[in-house]
């Protein structure tokens, strides 16, 4: 029976594993989207401009490019589920990290033109989750053939493609929109960005946690 568990495990470790990302479902049931859609609806004087125009490799081993959008601190609603008990067990079970823990969450909010360029995460996020609040917001860029990829490295890609890049082997990664399903990446170790926004708004909740 244990060896039958473990089977049906294995490819959601090997897909973490291997592209740096998975799906989780069944982790968001929709009273609890509507609670968070709505708290991120109302909280929307409280946006803090999100913008600087660098490219640099920071300390930390993270990298960054220019960037324009707003953040709007978590509510009651964002914070009980970054700290929730079951999502942090199917966290732990889909990426194969037990010791992640939670360090909290935010609220993106891009309108029309707003955008992220290539970069990577803070050290301390080893997992990522990003929840669509919108149903229209477009995918945002990934590049799985670039895992860990040093600043030097990462600069040259950005030398050579722009902060968009596009085409093979770079690839984009939907957010889903209210489905049960929420969106885990490896946003420290793999690069991403969100081109220019074409639509009149999108909101993101996004949450962090690191392996101890």
């Known amino acids: 029976m244990e060896t039958e568990a473990l089977a049906e495990r294995l490819p959601v470790r090997t897909a973490w594993e291997e592209s740096g990302t998975v ?21 929307l004087d409280l946006v803090r ?10 300390r930390d081993g993270s990298f960054a490019t220019p960037v324009h959008c707003g953040f709007i ?9 970054a700290y929730d008990r079951e999502l942090l067990a199917a966290l732990r079970e889909a990426t194969g990290i037990p010791r992640l823990v939670p360090r909290g ?5 891009y309108r029309a033109g707003d955008f992220q360029g290539l970069h990577t995460d803070s ?10 609040l919108t149903p229209d917001l477009p995918p945002m860029g990934w590049a799985p053939h670039l895992r860990q990829a040093d600043g030097r490295q990462l600069a040259d890609v950005v030398a050579e493609h722009g902060i968009f890049p596009e085409g093979k082997p770079f690839t984009t990664l939907p957010h889903p929109y209210n489905d049960g399903t929420v ?10 960005w969100r081109p220019r926004l074409t639509v009149p708004a999108g909101l993101l909740a996004t949450m962090s946690f690191m392996d101890l």
């Open 23 to 43: 799906l989780v479902s069944g982790v968001l049931p929709p009273e609890r989207f509507k609670a968070l859609e709505e708290e991120a609806g109302d909280r």
């Open 73 to 81: 601190p978590p509510g009651p609603e964002l914070e009980r589920l």
């Open 49 to 58: 401009p999100h913008v600087h125009d660098h490219t640099a490799a920071h």
């Open 183 to 192: 969106r885990a990446f490896a946003g420290y170790h793999f690069p991403h």
């Open 123 to 132: 050290s301390k996020s080893t997992v990522t989750v990003g929840i669509a």
């Open 105 to 109: 969450g935010a609220v993106v909010l």
